[in-house]
């Protein structure tokens, strides 16, 4: 699902990103439970949103180098 209504205020960029200020993911919990995730260098397309539970196991994956 795609949301357009985030606050700006509650993005958190990835420890990944280091000092690539235009090159970013952020993420953000909504009010209803689930992951935002989106490009700090186009917010106005949106941000797609998964089940937390989902985000974390797409993060073990990258980890765990399985994905």
């Known amino acids: 699902m ?3 209504d985030l606050p700006v205020s509650l993005w958190s ?3 990944y990103s280091g000092d690539t200020h235009d090159q970013c ?3 953000q919990p909504t ?3 689930l992951i ?3 490009d700090s260098k186009a917010r106005a397309l949106g941000a797609f949103t998964f089940p937390s539970a989902a985000w974390e196991m797409f ?3 990258i ?3 399985l994905v």
Do not use: C
């Open 2 to 4: 795609m949301r357009h």
């Open 59 to 61: 993060i073990q994956g």
């Open 25 to 27: 993911l952020e993420t």
């Open 63 to 65: 980890k765990n180098d």
């Open 31 to 33: 009010r209803n439970g």
């Open 13 to 15: 960029k990835s420890s």
């Open 36 to 38: 935002a995730v989106g």
